[in-house]
């Protein structure tokens, strides 16, 4: 049974920084893709990034390009993303997933909220 757990999230000033973790445990980190999530309020969930398993290939949402990088630690079952030069409407609950491909996530974690002030 595969659970995520992110944290990492805070409050922090527009060009700051934060670093999200998400420990992943019952499954090898290496079998699978992991993505990172957001969703502001009233607004619909958006993918901010994902690693893919094997390759660690990456992907950002154009939105956070040269400013957030996820990458990945198999000895400690963590995926994170740090985030830098922090927006204000960077602003939201971030969500770790887990699926066997970058389209397809079937095991989620709880969020951590990010707050960025202008």
């Known amino acids: 049974d595969v659970q995520l757990q992110a944290f990492g999230g805070g409050l922090v000033q527009a060009g700051g920084s934060l670093r999200l973790s998400c420990v992943v445990s019952g499954i090898t980190l290496d079998d699978v893709t992991i993505g990172w999530f957001r969703q502001a309020p009233g607004k619909e969930r958006e993918g901010v990034s994902v690693?893919?398993?094997?390759?660690?290939?990456?992907f950002y949402a154009d939105s956070v390009k040269g400013r957030f990088t996820i990458s990945r630690d198999n000895a400690k079952t963590t995926v994170s993303l740090q985030m830098n030069s922090l927006k204000p409407e960077d602003s939201a609950v971030y969500y770790c997933?887990?699926?066997?491909?970058?389209?397809?996530?079937?095991?989620w974690g709880q969020g951590t909220l990010v707050t960025v002030s202008s």
């Open positions: 690693i893919s398993r094997r390759e660690s290939s990456t």
């Open positions: 997933a887990a699926g066997p491909t970058t389209r397809h996530f079937g095991s």
